[in-house]
Structures are given as C-alpha cells and as structure tokens.
C-alpha cells in the first residue's frame, strides 16, 4: 500500500502553507529568531574589535612616545654610582656614560632633559656620585649640583713648597703627606727627569688638578711633574740654561729663589741680581745674601716660617741653606715655580745690580734695585719709610 499524501492534490498548496505555519509557531516556541541571533554576534565582534585596536593604540602611543622622548626611569634611583665627565665631551656621550653604568634608561632621555635645561650648558667635568635608575631629568640635576661632585681637585700656587703642595693634596683628596712624601722618594715612578737629582722640590708645578677616584699618590706626584716638564720644554728652559753655561737645575733652584724672594714685574731683574752675585768680578764672594733660603730652611727643619730672622740665624755655617754663610746656590730649588720665573730664570733682565729690596706695600709692590752699597741703603731707608721693612 502505498502511503497517501496527508492534502488531496486539489488543497495541497493551502495544506503546505498552513503546516510551515504550525511549524514556524511551534518552533517559535523553543528558539530566538536568526536575525536577533546574527546581530548579537556582530556587537560582540565589534566590540572585541575595538578593544583590541584601543589596546594597539595605546600600545602604538607608548613607542612613539618612547622613540621621541626616548625610554627613562621613574624617580630618584637607589644606591650610588660614580660618573666621571671628561672635559670636552657632548651631551650625548654624557648621556651614552649614564646608560653604560645603569644610572638612566636612554641617551634620549637624558639629552631631551638636558636641551630643555639651559643650566646644562655649565656641567663640569670632573667625578659624580649618582642612583641607579633614575630619571634623566633627576640625574642632569644632580650633575648640576655642586654636591655631587665628588671634590679630587687641589691647588699648587707659585712658590709654594713641596711641603706646603703635599698638604694641600691631603686636603682636598684621600691621599695622605706620608704616602706623598713616600712616593717622592721613587724618581723613576713619579716621572722626575735624571738631573732632578731624586728631588721633587721645584718640579710641582703651580696649577689646579683634578684626580680621578683611582689616583694614588703616584699619580698626583707623576700629574705635576709631568706639567712642569712640559711647561719647561714649551719654553725652552733646559736649551737656554745650557745656553748660559748653566746646567738646567741650577736654573730651576734660581727660578725658586725668584719666585720666593721677588715680585712677578721684577722677577727679570730679581733673576739678573742673582746671577751677578755669582760672578766673582761683581766683589760679593759669591755670597747670595737671600732671607727666603734660610726661611725655606725652616720649613724643612719643622720651625715656623713667620718667626722673627736674626743675624745668627741667617749666617749659621751648619744650616746647608744659609746663602749668608755659604757661597753659590742653595742645595735644592726652595719652592716651585710658575712659568714667569722659569722664563726669568732664562731670560734675565740685562744689568748690573747686586741688590734688590721691595720698597713699598703696593698690591703689586715695587723693588729698588741698586749696583753700590750706598744706593742699596738708600733703598732700604724708603723702605722703612713705607713701612715695608
């Protein structure tokens, strides 16, 4: 049998209409309509769309704002680190040191920080105590600020002594005088030419230096001499001595005498005054005369310098430095001179004075210089008068 169909073929159309009809309601029933379905699928995917495109350009603005402003650290960092700024570097190298030793995160940062500060233009070199991870623009303040400069800087001034110079390095640095003063005695370490005689006395140049955390004695001792040398062979102080008929030490220790006896103005014609008395036709025994050797002698015997000179004390046979009581020149140079009296030292001033006596109390002061014993008195009279002496 076969199955007949459920409509007569005259009703069939009107039979499929009304069962797609029960379908359609008995199916509304149990599922949500597909057009509701497909609309809340394509929210969702737009929603996930912009959340992720949001985080892209977030993201996007954050490396850009890196490639501009370049990558820094947050706050003031933590720990210590010790920078060293040589003379004459960029602010880019400066930057590119901080990145190498972890103190900022990026050279742009810290060049970005530094070109927007127009105090930036005054960074000194010389040693810093920084942090760890600090802001560029934290760091540039502290590399402005005097304070975190670590102070390894000391003075040499013209005339000052071996004694006086080593002092002055103990001050403002970690080296002591008795590492100093043991240094001195290795010539070969320290830099001091053969004729030197083993001495440093006239070798440390008068100027300012700067040591790096790392430098010893030797390398203070080694940083003036090597100045000194290199002053002496710009102006051709061995060459002129030996020009002269003098060895360059010789010249050295009368550098010294000028520079501890005279003024800068007078220094040629203080240098001349010198070099007559040695002559034996100038009638002085060859005889100096000089207070400042007997005065040097204290200092190296550990008396005060500023105590009152008597007649005994500068002709005392048993002190090596008394220029009274011993002919030709001191043992050693009796401090260090600048480069005025190296030159005075070998270009003196044309004359024929044996005497020399600073006549009034002018800043720059003025000496009286005479040939005959008569005219050196009456220097020494004005002298007295301008309350000088």
Same mark, same amino acid.
């Given at each position: ?15 499929r209409?009304?069962?797609?009809h ?5 199916q ?17 995917v737009? +929603?996930s ?6 985080g892209?350009?977030?993201?996007a603005?954050?490396l850009?704002?890196?490639l501009?402003?370049g990558?820094d650290?947050?706050?003031? #960092?933590?720990? /210590? ?16 040191t901080l +990145?190498? %030793? ?23 070199p ?8 600090m ?12 304070s975190?400069?670590? /102070?390894?800087? *000391? ?10 110079? *080593?002092?002055s ?26 004729w ?6 006239? *070798? ?8 790096q ?20 062979n710009? $102006?051709? *102080?061995?060459? %002129?001595?030996?020009?002269m ?13 000028? +520079?501890?006896? #005279?003024i800068p ?7 001349? +005054?010198?070099?007559?008395?040695? $002559? ?45 009581a ?5 043992p050693?140079?009796?401090? $260090?001179p ?19 006596? %600073?006549?009034?109390k002018d ?15 009456? $220097? ?10």
């Amino acid at each position: 049998m076969r199955i007949s169909s459920a409509c007569p073929s005259v009703a069939r159309t009107a039979c499929r209409t009304t069962t797609r009809h029960d379908r359609a309601g008995r199916q509304s029933k149990h599922r949500r309509p597909p057009g509701r379905h497909r609309n809340l699928i394509t929210a969702l995917v737009v +929603v996930s769309v912009l959340v992720v495109l949001g985080g892209g350009l977030v993201y996007a603005g954050s490396l850009v704002n890196t490639l501009i402003h370049g990558a820094d650290y947050d706050g003031g #960092g933590t720990g /210590q680190v010790t920078i060293q700024i040589a003379q004459g570097q960029t602010l880019r190298q400066v930057g590119d040191t901080l +990145v190498a %030793k972890g103190v900022v995160k990026s050279t742009r940062a810290f060049t970005n920080a530094a070109e927007a500060d127009t105090r930036s233009t005054s960074l000194q070199p010389g040693t810093y105590q920084l942090k760890s991870h600090m802001s560029a623009a934290l760091a540039l303040a502290l590399l402005l600020d005097p304070s975190s400069r670590v /102070q390894l800087t *000391f003075t040499v001034t013209p005339g000052m002594t071996a004694k006086q110079a *080593f002092a002055s390095v103990a001050k403002t640095t970690r080296i002591t005088v008795d590492q100093l003063t043991a240094a001195a005695n290795n010539a070969s370490a320290i830099g001091l030419p053969d004729w030197a005689k083993g001495k440093v006395e006239g *070798f440390l140049y008068p100027d300012t230096y700067t040591l790096q955390p790392k430098d010893d004695a030797t390398a203070a001792l080694k940083m003036m001499i090597t100045q000194s040398l290199k002053k002496m062979n710009g $102006n051709g *102080f061995i060459t %002129k001595a030996q020009a002269m008929g003098k060895n360059p030490y010789d010249a050295l220790i009368v550098a010294s005498l000028v +520079v501890g006896e #005279g003024i800068p103005s007078d220094y040629g014609k203080i240098a001349r +005054v010198f070099y007559n008395r040695l $002559n034996p036709a100038a009638g002085t025994n060859g005889l100096l005369q000089s207070d400042a050797t007997t005065i040097y002698s204290r200092e190296i015997r550990g008396v005060p310098r500023n105590a009152e000179l008597t007649t005994a004390e500068l002709k005392d046979a048993n002190d090596p430095y008394s220029t009274y009581a011993h002919k030709g020149l001191p043992p050693t140079p009796i401090g $260090n001179p600048d480069l005025d009296a190296l030159n005075a030292a070998v270009n003196p001033t044309p004359g024929t004075w044996i005497f020399f006596v %600073k006549i009034d109390k002018d800043k720059a002061g003025h000496s009286g210089f005479a040939t005959t014993n008569a005219e050196h008195e009456r $220097n020494k009279q004005l002298a007295r008068q301008n309350g000088v002496l």
